[in-house]
């Protein structure tokens, strides 16, 4: 060990008061960042994982013919990655014939899927309710076999096209098909994934079976003429496929962004492995490449938010290493004068930060891995790259933290004399950045960023092409970027303009209270109270802009998630089961649900467009949901609900619907309505009764709302077929309750929290709890931490100065004093620019990302508890600090400090 | 050893005063049993070399260093047995210090530290700011009034550390190797001004000093090695 090492370990050992502050406040530091890249890196693979998970049949390709489709099938299921590759097929059905007890009965037209054995095993496309899959009979499909009244044992004749001999089959089962609009969609490789309009009635029979006895009634599909299915009831011949799953371990275990290219990278080397056989169309791509460009949106979202958190927290470890700098430069300057090379003082500050980087890196790092771990539900699944990755990147952060104070300390004493080094209290002369007013320019600059990103459209859009990438404006950034900067800068200007102000009042004032003192001292250290002031103050305004920003986000994500399930909780139960099991009423009676109301969804035609329908019940339906002004055009929700009620055939549309067909309201409005008795499309008049634009559970185009009475009545319906509940307490344990309730009835209950985990939307994807619970525990933290370290720090930096006032016999309260007025100054400038700051930011942030908000936010919701705590935590933070100082001050040694020169 | 009750009533004075430093293997006596007593008027020299007592001596006299054992008396009280605060009032009340650094408050001006020590004593009907500015007009320093300890050279901010003292009105100055960090001839002049105050203002005066020409111009000498009094400790 050489001299500068050893001088540079004894230094560190000599003030382990000081050594061990500086670690302290660079763990802490670095410990934000750590659990910023915890929590991002298990937000991406959760993300992942999810989007693996919600694809039910990851890959479909065509075959032409049903050997072919096994052959292909068994080529594929060899290659790496794959974890089922099944020959199947689907058909379709023009009609339906049940014989039983309670006589012949007939159902419309639908599907016909074909599955060979074991197919249930990997792929999840359906579930069977009863009975199962045997060769020679079906397995119906729950909403047929409550048409058709048939039961297992009984026997059903299906008829594959008009005009051909029907087939009967024993019923063996029945099921409920979870992914119609994937299963029966048209395979055009080309085109990709295209969910079609699910098929009425669906019936379920073992490939073998259906090759021997269904599908020689019909032709095959080709490539030629793919495209006839896309509407219920098109398809026309037998489409044979190759379905694929793959294994999903691989996929979740990084970001979307790599599933995707893992998941592009396996489909090209399997269909280059069979050239010209088989090419699919991919459905997890499809899947993985949303959830990419969410995922990049959620990576902006948390570096908007977190990045400035991990600055300012690096800004407070610069701060304890400057704290101290006044004593280093003695130090270092006594060193000097004792012949120390420059190479040597350099050396030095380099040991002194590798060891505290080291040291404040590790535990900043394992400080983030308890509280990510404490704050995230369910842990975040360390592995060994990612709890590497995490401490490489504190250490680094924290070695360069405490590298940039120290050397920076090392430097000014290489600069400045000796004897000019060891001297404190210079005048404060005006910065250049004053004088070229740099504060000024970067608000105006800022306020003309936003004024011009405003008013031409903010463009933060996530381009869903084959590699997402996230378009946002560079000059987007610049605008809270330079709001952050100016806002700063301003404060320091008002903040020495204030006090030179009082300053300059008090002169002629005499010295009986002690304030001209006072003033005299806060207005020449202008240096050490701008370092706490611009910490503090942009740490509590990064609080109140994390604290507000995430208020909203969440407001703005349940309302989202609200419309998009439609109520706390949502019921979809098989035709007829809610009226006839009084399903509203049981659920109504559900512990905890407050309301209900129950609704028919279903598709009507509007020229060639095929339009979602929602019959609802006017009297009780707002009770149960959530109608928000907003949803309507020229009307407000309560006025277009007693519209729809007053008007038995009344119907609200869409404005692109309004606009595309010239309505006005009370128009005749002619729509072709699917009759439920019959299977087929027939017209029927409504009138226009007002403008619809959002609706709960509607798609956010093309959508229509009715009376449900009517539409019962022109549909020939077996009555409503979903159930909306509103909760008065947490939607997940009232949704596993009504779960229970209801399961023997087939029914599929969601909530709204789980709603806002698998919504499509951007903004319920991309959950911002976790991390901006991490963020609001560390900015309180930090807060208190911060007024604490600005305390006693100026204890250590003028605890000569206080000893001589000790010593001219000034009492404690008077010395106190000088500490008192620095922590209100502090205090009350810190908290004026979180709340001016914090909230500009806020504003600025939510609209930028207004794309994302839909519907937009009325206002920003304000998180009082929390800014209560962060500013209580400043506070209180100042408070103890200052009672632990004066403690402090009382038992100076006064001999020994005296003595220090 | 003089008693105490013949001690008591001196300005000031010490009865087997020990200060010790740091514990068992650390331990240092920075003071073994010393007896001194300072009359009104009094110029005393406190001579030694480095790390003989003289600095725990002067702090001892004025309060600054609780003894550890023995006892330190003004105006007949015991002074080591008052808590700080009272300590601090005793100060205030007329002990004044020149440290060898002058050890000026850093952010305020020249005139600022002079008031701020006038402001610790004051008297009914005075006015702080102009006992500052006589006291600054005395060292010669007018001119200096608004100048910051970091913009007066050495000598100059010992001045202010004279005027300051002054401005206690001070019955006892302790001043601790005042020209210990300047050139001779500023020192000389720095010394010159300090007793030709004493002879004006008539306070009395210990000077810590290892320099024997400083030392020979008060009227007493006490010299110190290794924290006894080696000669010229109570009486004349």
Same mark, same amino acid.
């Given at each position: 060990m050489n001299a500068t090492t050893r001088l540079a370990l004894a230094g560190l050992s000599r003030s382990p008061g000081r050594t061990l502050t500086r670690i302290l406040v660079l763990a802490v530091a670095t410990a934000l960042l750590g659990a910023m890249i915890l929590f991002i890196g298990n937000s991406l693979q959760t993300m992942a994982s999810g989007a693996v998970r919600s694809v039910p049949l990851d890959w479909q390709g065509p075959a032409l013919s049903y050997s072919e489709a096994q052959r292909i099938s068994g080529a594929v299921a060899r290659q790496p990655g794959i974890s089922q590759s099944s020959a199947t097929a689907t058909a379709p059905l023009a009609g339906a014939i049940s014989t039983g007890a309670a006589g012949v009965t007939r159902s419309g037209g639908g599907s016909v899927l074909a599955v060979p054995p074991r197919y249930l095993s990997q792929i999840k496309t359906f579930r069977l309710l009863q009975g199962t899959l045997r060769p020679g009979q079906v397995v119906l499909d729950q909403q047929m076999a409550a048409t058709l009244q048939a039961r297992i044992g009984g026997t059903v004749r299906l008829q594959p096209a008009r005009g051909a001999r029907p087939v009967s089959y024993k019923v063996s089962g029945v099921a409920i098909v979870t992914a119609p609009d994937t299963l029966f969609q048209p395979l055009n490789p080309v085109v990709g994934p295209a969910p079609a309009q699910p098929p009425a009635n669906i019936a379920i029979l073992s490939l073998r079976t259906f090759a021997k006895t269904y599908a020689p009634s019909l032709r095959n599909i080709t490539p030629a003429n793919v495209g006839s299915n896309v509407q219920p009831g098109a398809q026309t011949g037998v489409q044979w496929q190759v379905q694929v799953q793959l294994y999903p371990g691989p996929l979740s275990s990084g970001s979307p962004t790599a599933a995707f290219k893992l998941a592009d990278q396996t489909r090209n080397r399997v269909e280059r492995s069979l050239p010209g056989q088989i090419q699919f169309v991919d459905n997890l791509s499809d899947g993985l490449n949303t959830a990419a460009a969410d995922s990049l949106f959620a990576i902006a979202l948390y570096i908007m938010l977190a990045l400035p958190g991990a600055l300012i927290a690096l800004g407070l470890a610069y701060l304890a290493a400057l704290g101290t700098v006044e004593r280093d430069r003695r130090d270092l300057a006594l060193l000097r004068a004792h012949g120390a090379t420059r190479r040597d003082l350099l050396s030095m500050a380099g040991i002194e930060s590798t060891v505290i980087g080291l040291l404040a890196g590790l535990f900043g790092a394992g400080l983030a891995f308890v509280a990510v771990s404490a704050v995230v539900t369910g842990g975040v699944g360390l592995t060994v790259t990612r709890i590497a990755v995490t401490a490489a990147a504190c250490v680094a952060l924290a070695i360069g933290g405490a590298a940039a104070a120290r050397i920076g300390a090392s430097l000014s004493v290489l600069r400045a004399s000796v004897a000019d080094s060891r001297r404190t209290g210079r005048r404060e002369g005006k910065p250049l950045w004053q004088r070229l007013y740099l504060d000024w320019i970067a608000l105006s600059i800022s306020g003309l960023i936003y004024w011009l990103t405003a008013s031409t459209g903010f463009s933060a859009v996530? +381009?869903?092409?084959? +590699?997402p990438t996230l378009s946002l404006s560079v000059y987007m950034f610049f605008a809270p970027a330079l709001l952050w900067i100016g806002a700063t800068l301003l404060l320091v200007r008002l903040r020495a303009r204030g006090i030179a102000w009082l300053a300059d009042r008090a002169s002629g004032t005499s010295f009986d209270s002690g304030k001209r003192f006072l003033l005299a001292s806060v207005a020449r250290r202008g240096p050490a109270i701008n370092r706490g002031l611009v910490v503090v103050g942009l740490l509590l305004a990064f609080g109140v802009n994390l604290g507000i920003f995430s208020a909203t986000y969440n407001q703005q994500s349940s309302i989202d998630a609200q419309l998009t399930l439609g109520a706390d909780i949502a019921v979809a139960a098989p035709p007829g089961v809610v009226g006839s099991k009084h399903l509203a009423s049981r659920i109504a009676a559900v512990p905890g649900v407050r309301s209900t109301t129950a609704l028919d969804h279903s598709y009507a035609y509007i020229g060639p467009d095929l339009q979602d329908t929602y019959g609802i019940d006017t009297s009780n339906f707002a009770g149960a949901t959530t109608l928000r002004d907003s949803y309507f055009l020229g009307d407000s929700a309560a006025s277009a609900i007693a519209k729809l009620s007053s008007t038995p055939d009344g119907i609200l549309v869409g404005r692109e619907t309004i606009t595309d067909y010239s309505l006005n309201t009370g128009d005749l409005l002619r729509l072709r309505v699917l009759d439920r008795s019959t299977g087929r499309f027939h017209v029927v008049p409504f009138h226009v009764v007002g403008v619809v634009q959002e609706f709960p559970s509607a798609p956010k185009d093309s959508f229509m709302v009715t009376n449900l009475n009517y539409l019962q009545t022109v549909s020939h319906g077996t009555g409503p077929n979903v159930v909306f509940a509103k909760t008065a307490g947490t939607p997940s344990t009232i949704g596993q309750a009504v779960a229970a309730a209801t399961r023997v009835d087939g029914t599929v209950v969601k909530n709204i929290d789980q709603q806002g985990r698998v919504t499509a939307s951007s903004i319920t994807t991309v959950n911002l709890s976790g991390i901006s619970r991490i963020e609001q525990l560390f900015a309180i933290l930090l807060a208190a931490g911060a007024m604490g370290l600005f305390v006693s720090l100026g204890v250590a930096e003028r605890k000569h100065e206080f000893a001589t006032m000790a010593a001219l016999g000034a009492p404690l309260r008077q010395v106190a004093s000088f500490l008192w007025s620095e922590v209100a100054l502090v205090l009350i400038a810190g908290l004026a620019l979180a709340a001016g700051l914090g909230f500009l930011l806020s504003e600025m942030l939510v609209a930028m990302l207004q794309h994302a908000f839909d519907p937009p936010p009325d206002a920003l919701a304000i998180p009082w508890m929390f800014l209560g705590a962060l500013a209580g935590a400043a506070i209180l933070g100042g408070l103890f600090s200052t009672a632990l100082a004066m403690r402090q001050l009382r038992r100076l040694p006064l001999g020994s400090i005296l003595r220090e020169q | 050893m003089t008693p105490a009750s013949a001690t008591s009533g001196h300005l000031g004075s010490t009865e087997n005063l020990t200060v010790t430093h740091g514990s068992d293997q650390t331990r240092i006596d920075a003071l073994s049993d010393v007896s001194l007593s300072i009359e009104p008027g009094d110029c005393i020299a406190l001579w030694g070399r480095s790390g003989s007592g003289k600095t725990t001596l002067l702090h001892a006299l004025g309060g600054l260093v609780g003894p550890t054992s023995g006892t330190v008396w003004r105006h007949g009280e015991p002074l080591s047995s008052l808590d700080a605060a009272a300590r601090g009032e005793a100060r205030a009340g007329g002990i004044a210090y020149v440290f060898q650094g002058a050890n !000026? !408050?850093?952010?305020?001006t020249s005139f600022e530290n002079v008031a701020f020590a006038a402001a610790q004593r004051r008297r009914a009907g005075e006015s702080i700011a102009k006992r500052a500015e006589e006291m600054l007009g005395l060292v010669g320093l007018l001119p200096k009034l608004e100048s910051l300890p970091a913009e007066l050279s050495g000598g100059e901010a010992q001045r202010v550390a004279i005027a300051r003292a002054l401005a206690q009105d001070p019955d006892l100055l302790l001043c601790d190797e005042p020209t210990g960090h300047l050139d001779s001839d500023t020192g000389t002049r720095v010394l010159d001004l300090i007793l030709r105050l004493r002879e004006e203002f008539g306070f009395a005066l210990v000077i810590a000093t290892h320099d024997a020409a400083v030392a020979a111009r008060c009227d007493r000498t006490i010299e110190l090695n290794d924290g006894r009094i080696a000669s010229g400790g109570l009486g004349k």
């Open positions: 996530v +381009n869903p092409d084959s +590699n | !000026l !408050l850093p952010y305020f």
